[in-house]
């Protein structure tokens, strides 16, 4: 008889560090959400998925300014990107710079 929890074809979905802000990229040049948070102020992670596909970029901006030193970039359909960044409490815009994608934007809230 098979048993539960054999290995299956596909790997088993990337998992992420407690507290990391998952931001997914999906069809229709969006974001899954408009708003992010509130996270806490401090050294914070991010993990960027591609449901849509084609490439998409995270970057953060605060007042219009590009939070210096992260970007991440994802390609295909199924890709990820992860980095962190240090960010002071405020609200900050997540934005894909791809030319086109001026859409793509939501709302990060940190404390
Ligand atoms: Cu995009």
């Known amino acids: 008889m098979a048993s539960c929890g054999g290995s299956g074809s596909s790997g088993p979905p990337p998992t992420y560090a407690p507290g990391t802000v998952i931001v997914n990229a999906v069809p229709s040049l969006r974001f899954e959400s408009q708003s992010y948070g509130p996270v806490p102020a401090g050294k914070l992670s991010f993990a ?12 953060i901006a605060k007042d219009g300014s ?23 409490p405020g609200t900050y815009e997540l934005i ?5 994608h001026g859409e793509m934007k939501a709302s990060l809230t940190v404390e």
């Open 66 to 88: 590009k939070v210096a030193n992260f970007r991440l970039v994802i390609g295909k359909k199924g890709s990820s990107d992860e980095g962190s960044v240090e960010l002071d």
């Open 96 to 100: 894909c710079d791809v030319p086109g």
């Open 48 to 59: 960027y998925v591609n449901i849509d596909s084609v490439r998409h970029t995270l970057i």
